[in-house]
């Protein structure tokens, strides 16, 4: 993404990915020096500082996992069981 001041690299990566019929988008951020830095444009996970994943889908798991509309909400506080 950029080269910060002190000569270390920002990097980004994404891939998208299907799993379990569902399309995931996984984002990778960090701080990595230039020697980790492998052939093919490689770095290893484990040489990314301050790493941030993100996982975003849309599919069967992330619909399972919103919050349901207000009414239903309301109901669940409602009922005992």
Do not use: C, W
């Amino acid at each position: 993404v950029r080269v910060l001041p002190n000569g270390l690299l920002a990097v980004e990566a994404e891939k998208d990915v299907q799993v379990n019929g569902e399309h995931q988008t996984v984002t990778v951020r960090g701080i990595v020096r230039p020697a980790d830095i492998g052939s093919g444009n490689v770095v290893r996970s484990d040489h990314i500082a301050q790493m941030e994943l993100r996982v975003n889908g849309k599919g069967v798991v992330g619909d399972a996992v919103k919050r349901p509309f207000f009414l239903y909400r309301l109901l669940l506080g409602l009922l005992p069981f």
